[in-house]
């Protein structure tokens, strides 16, 4: 049974640095053609894609918050942890992550609300 | 990037109806399309991969259709539980560009 569970702060100051964590069980970020990926999605808006990362290390980025990403994974954990900086309010949003494999992101975490707010 | 443009926005319809929503890439992406469900407080459930392949436990009157730039998703006798919010999302290439959603709502 694949699981996935989203864990950091609900409230981050803006300019800060967010941290996420995705613990997953079912699967293995080891394993050849396993990829997971975070998206977000501002309250009552469409999903926004952030980044994935795949089994054999290689990370890719939406261009739109490229330069504020960083995305890593701990096999042994089962985990992987986005890193966002210089948080604005208009973060402020449910971060996803999910299994990513050819046919799409076929599991997805509960997801986790992050707000920006002094 | 490849933008991704679904229509209609929002979408009124009774249960029993036949809708079709579709989705437009800005280039061609093959198959490379999924369509995703989402319920209000809930995440995304994958509805269709590669255009057209249904998932594992999807109904069989979800449905979907087209390559290169342009898809459906046709739902072919609405349910009470089918009212979501669709969005499309390319698999062709990064970013995995999402549409920007098409609301169904009960009329």
């Known amino acids: 049974q694949v699981t996935l569970k989203e864990s950091g702060p609900a409230l981050v100051k803006p300019t800060q640095t967010l941290t996420l964590t995705c613990t997953f069980s079912?699967?293995?970020?080891?394993?050849?053609?396993?990829?997971a990926s975070w998206i977000r999605q501002p309250p009552g808006k469409a999903l926004e894609w952030l980044a994935r990362?795949?089994?054999?290390?290689?990370?890719f980025y939406s261009a739109s918050v490229n330069t504020r990403l960083t995305i890593s994974k701990d096999t042994s954990k089962n985990q992987v942890v986005l890193t966002m900086t210089n948080m604005d309010p208009m973060d402020t949003a449910t971060y996803y992550c999910?299994?990513?494999?050819?046919?799409?992101?076929?599991?997805w975490g509960q997801g986790t609300l992050v707000t920006v707010s002094s | 990037d490849i933008q991704m443009t679904q229509s209609p926005s929002s979408l009124s319809a009774s249960v029993g109806d036949r809708v079709t929503i579709t989705c437009r890439a800005s280039?061609?992406?093959?198959?490379?399309l999924n369509w995703y469900q989402q319920k209000p407080g809930k995440a995304p459930q994958l509805l269709i991969y590669?255009?057209?392949s249904l998932q594992s436990g999807v109904p069989s009157r979800f449905s979907g259709g087209g390559s290169g730039t342009d898809f459906t998703l046709t739902i072919s006798s609405l349910q009470p539980e089918d009212f979501a919010t669709y969005y499309c999302?390319?698999?062709?290439?990064?970013?995995?560009?999402f549409g920007q959603g098409t609301k169904l709502e009960i009329k």
């Open positions: 079912g699967f293995s970020l080891s394993t050849s053609g396993m990829r």
């Open positions: 990362i795949d089994w054999d290390d290689d990370k």
């Open positions: 590669a255009a057209s």
């Open positions: 999302q390319q698999s062709y290439s990064t970013p995995r560009t």
């Open positions: 999910a299994r990513d494999v050819t046919k799409g992101l076929d599991y």
């Open positions: 280039q061609s992406i093959s198959s490379y």
